[in-house]
Nanobody
């Protein structure tokens, strides 16, 4: 499985961006993580879905209510809609995918990683 992340850029505080993560194979869970300069990679959001397409979304407290993770099954693409962006959201954002086992907040729960896409929020 290969993941292609895109959609990063420069935006003013209070603005919005949508990140995309296109997958080349079958996946059952996707996560978005971010890594600010000099900091560890941290969990942002995750989406799990069953064979019946029922999905479950999870968010870090720091983005809850501002970010929305969603999936386009036909395109095999997962999105992270980011709104009300803050300067502290500035980071490289990474999408990850896996079988859906383990703690969705942990890096170890994911088998595949995309390249980072940089989000810069200016004040």
């Amino acid at each position: 499985v290969q993941l292609q992340a895109s959609g990063g850029g420069l935006v003013q505080a209070g603005g919005s961006l949508r990140l995309s993560c296109a997958a080349s194979g079958s996946i059952y869970a996707t996560g978005w993580f971010r890594q600010a300069q000099g900091k560890e990679r941290e969990f942002v959001a995750a989406l799990k879905w069953s064979s019946s397409s029922v999905s479950y979304a999870y968010y870090a407290d720091s983005v809850k209510g501002r970010f929305t993770i969603s999936r386009d099954k036909a395109k095999n693409t997962v999105y992270l809609q980011m709104s009300s962006l803050k300067t502290e959201d500035t980071a490289s954002y990474y999408c990850a995918a896996g079988e859906g086992y383990g703690d969705y907040r942990a890096l170890s729960a994911y088998d595949y990683w995309g390249q980072g896409t940089l989000v810069t929020v200016s004040s």
